[in-house]
């Protein structure tokens, strides 16, 4: 059964910081790129981030470049998602998605503000 299960989201003041984690499992996620998204209420879901299979290449949205950090271990079967200098319109839910494959998280909710 595959699975892909988010953790790590809350309610965190603008500035904050917060660091998702997704929990992979039946398929092979060393052999997988990985991304996360996000959707606001009332709104599309938007690609976030996106990462390589061994974690070499990196891809960001405009909006969160140079404040969100994605990362693997392909060890642990897990990727990452680190926050940092959080806006409420980063206030969404947050998937982690496998390309390829069609593979999507239930979600976890970011709600930043003061």
């Known amino acids: 059964q595959v699975q892909l299960v988010e953790s790590g989201g809350g309610l965190v003041q603008p500035g904050g910081s917060l660091r998702l984690s997704c929990a992979a499992s039946?398929?092979?996620?060393?052999?997988?790129?990985m991304s996360w998204y996000r959707q606001a209420p009332g709104k599309e879901r938007e690609l976030v981030a996106s990462?390589?299979?061994?974690?070499?290449?990196?891809n960001y949205a405009d909006s969160v470049k140079g404040r969100f950090t994605v990362s693997r271990d392909n060890a642990k079967n897990t990727v990452y998602l680190q926050m940092n200098s959080l806006k409420p319109e980063d206030t969404a839910v947050y998937y982690c998605?496998?390309?390829?494959?069609?593979?999507w998280g239930q979600g976890t909710q970011v709600t930043v503000s003061s």
């Open positions: 990462i390589s299979v061994s974690g070499g290449i990196t």
């Open positions: 039946g398929f092979t996620f060393s052999s997988a790129a």
């Open positions: 998605y496998a390309p390829r494959r069609g593979y």
